[in-house]
Each structure stands twice: as structure tokens, then as C-alpha cells.
């Protein structure tokens, strides 16, 4: 008894199946040399010498593996706190969020069902290298601490990896890189700033409010510590990370100090006092 193998990828034979192999002479444990696909076929041969004794065939058996497919990547999102969802215009629900945590979400599917485990990793424009932040996470979602890691435009890629269901090697992984994302921790900085009295119970106060990475996204100022009044630059847009300010101020006490705050697009503040004499 000898046996012969093909295969092709639709269950009807036709010309794309490959032809019939080479005879399998002992064919227990041997591995089937037909091309990989979809569909096999066997034939058995059998012969004989003797007219007296006829072959007999018991039964057939192929084990085979199915060849792991891929996991895929369908989304990848950055969460920011609330009232800092810059980087998304997409009404999302309340986040829980830290001012200085961000939450990676993901999407992920493998057409074989086969458990995933990711792994996080981060990179800073303008270099080559990723960093790895977190390794074999089981959950679609990473929160990260970004006063651990410097201001900056960053990418984030995540590594989906089947090995869970699979031996090493025949693991399957697939990865997603993310749109760019502003870091920043760093308070704007006010510089010019200038007090000039007009009168005794006026005065006019100028500068400058700048940001590296962020745009300015608000100033305000108070006087003699009452509450906080909010002031538009000069050209009457938070359009920039760069901002000029001033202001003509007059009442009937005569002032004693004025501070002004100013705070970027991500919530950092910075504040600076002018004694007025």
C-alpha cells in the first residue's frame, strides 16, 4: 500500500489544485509534501504479488495544525482628563482621569480566537527608538504618569501577541501606531512684564505669557487678592503658544498688589506678582 496526496484551496478539484504527489511509500508519520491550503486529498495504491492475498486498508488519519493567523489592531486612542480633551473632538463620557494621567484604550480581535497579551510602548518625535512602558497586559487600556516622562510630541505603538494559546514560534503579533500626542507638563512662563502707574489709584500692567509645546489658553489677574478677572491678549484670541497682554486698571482705593495667572491648553498655571507703589 503506497499513497499519493493533493490540495488546493476550493473543494471542488480543479486546475488550481496541485498535482498528485510522489508515492508516500511508508506513509505512517510521514509529512504530507502537497502544498499547504485549505483542501487535501489521498489516494491509496494498492498491489500485490500473490493473487491469493489482497491488501487491506484499515484506516487513514492526517493530523494537522491550522496555520495561525495574525491578531489585528482596530483602534487606538489616547484619554485625557477632563477639560484637557484637546486631542480629541469626540464628545467621550466623564473621565476619571488625574490631571497628569492619560489613559491608552485599544481595540483588538484574532480571527482564531486565541487570547492576546499587549505590550506599551512610547516614542518622542524626532528619534528612532521605542521605549518600552509595559509589557504582557491582559486589559485593552494602560494609564501612565506622564511627569515620568519628558514634555514632548509623542507616538504610541501597541504590540498584540498571541503566544498565550500558541508555542514560541508559532505565535502570531501584530502592531498599531498611534496619530501624535502633545506631553506636557510644564507651566507657561510670564516675561516683560511691566507696571507703570498712571495715577494713585491706577495703573497699567504689561507682558507676555509663553509656552513651548502648548497654546496659552487663558489670563487672568487680581488685585489685592479678590477674585480673579479674566483678561484676552492683545489681539483678542488664545490662538497661540505665544501671548501679549496689558492692562489700563482704575478704582477708587488705591491698589496695593496685582497677580497674574496665566494657563496653557493642558492645565498648567504659572503666576507672578507685581507690588504696585
Do not use: C
Amino acid at each position: 500500500i503506497t499513497v499519493q496526496t493533493r490540495t488546493g484551496n476550493i473543494a471542488g478539484v480543479d486546475d488550481t489544485w496541485s498535482d498528485w504527489s510522489e508515492e508516500y511509500v511508508h506513509p505512517k508519520g510521514s509529512l504530507i509534501k502537497s502544498p499547504d491550503s485549505q483542501y487535501i486529498q489521498f489516494r491509496i495504491n494498492f498491489k500485490t504479488v500473490t493473487k491469493n492475498r489482497t491488501p487491506v486498508l484499515y484506516s487513514v488519519e492526517i493530523p494537522y495544525l491550522l496555520k495561525n493567523r495574525p491578531p489585528e489592531i482596530t483602534k487606538l486612542d489616547l484619554e485625557v482628563p477632563d477639560g484637557n480633551n484637546k486631542n480629541e473632538k469626540d464628545k467621550k463620557p466623564r473621565s476619571t482621569l488625574k490631571q497628569w494621567e492619560r489613559r491608552l484604550i485599544w481595540d483588538a480581535k484574532d480571527p482564531d480566537n486565541d487570547k492576546l497579551v499587549y505590550s506599551v510602548y512610547a516614542r518622542i518625535e524626532n528619534s528612532r527608538q521605542w521605549v518600552l512602558l509595559k509589557r504582557d497586559l491582559a486589559n485593552k487600556d494602560f494609564i501612565f504618569d506622564i511627569r515620568k516622562i519628558p514634555d514632548g510630541v509623542y507616538s504610541f505603538k501597541i504590540v498584540a501577541d498571541d503566544m498565550p494559546d500558541n508555542s514560541q514560534g508559532y505565535n502570531m503579533t501584530a502592531e498599531k501606531v498611534s496619530k501624535k500626542y502633545i506631553i506636557d507638563t510644564t507651566a507657561p512662563v510670564i516675561t516683560k512684564l511691566v507696571l507703570q502707574n498712571l495715577t494713585v489709584n491706577s495703573f497699567k500692567i504689561s507682558g507676555k505669557a509663553t509656552d513651548n509645546l502648548s497654546r496659552i489658553d487663558n489670563i487672568s489677574y487680581s488685585v489685592d487678592a479678590e477674585k480673579w478677572i479674566n483678561l484676552f491678549p492683545k489681539d483678542m484670541l488664545f490662538d497661540s503658544a505665544s501671548e501679549e497682554f496689558e492692562l489700563v486698571y482704575k478704582k477708587k482705593n488705591k491698589p496695593t498688589i496685582i497677580m497674574i495667572m496665566v494657563q496653557d491648553e493642558w492645565g498648567n498655571i504659572n503666576t507672578r506678582y507685581k507690588k504696585i507703589k
